[in-house]
């Protein structure tokens, strides 16, 4: 079973610049998950997905941060624009139920902003 | 809202059995607990879930006491290749909303 995939895996912009992080979650997963991780700390959830409804968003910056799942399978996250503290990595999680029980996460994305 | 609280790191040897707690107050009455692994550059890995007294899979033990204050995850016979960040994470079940809230992780440190 292939896992979940994100691209690209490394992004280095400038502030006031624009980015994007896709994601494939596992085939029929339902719920999928968007978190930052800034280094050494524990991932933060940004927008939670089921199916192509945000179930919840509560810790978006929207005023900068915008998420989409189009027909409830790929994702993207969208940073415009993007500030210094936004370096971080970004992870994508899939999970089969809406229930966060075991979550499969991809790789993430490191972003680097300068 | 719940908040978890780890040790920042621990320190082991080969063979033995480790023990990571985390404290998780104001825990919601159906909150699960679940405990993650994540290597350098990875994302975090499924490990254990549990919601009262013990859970056992194949890699490990979650005990959890009668208030659900804390939760500890139990790593038996650790090796070099468990040298790992653990997380907890607490799932809060609001109706149709989950916050999911994890700890800021353990770093866990096997030595030969």
Redesign the interface.
Known sequence: EAG?AQSPRYKIIEKRQSVAFWCNPISGHATL?WYQQILG?????LI?FQNNGV??D?QLPKDRFSAERLKGVDSTLKIQPAKLEDSAVY?C?SSGR???????????TRLTVL | LAKTTQPISMDSYEGQEVNITCSHNNIATND?I?WYQQFP??????II?GYKTKVTNEVASLFIPADRKSSTLSLPRVSLSDTAVY?C?V?L?GG??????????TLLAVQP
Do not use: C, M
């Open positions: 979940v998950y700390q524990g991932p933060k959830l939670q179930v919840d509560s992870l999680a809406v229930a966060a029980n075991e979550q499969f996460f991809g790789p993430g | 699960y679940t550059s990875q994302g975090p890995r499924f879930q997380y994470l799932v079940y149709a909303t989950n916050k999911l809230i994890f700890g800021t992780g």
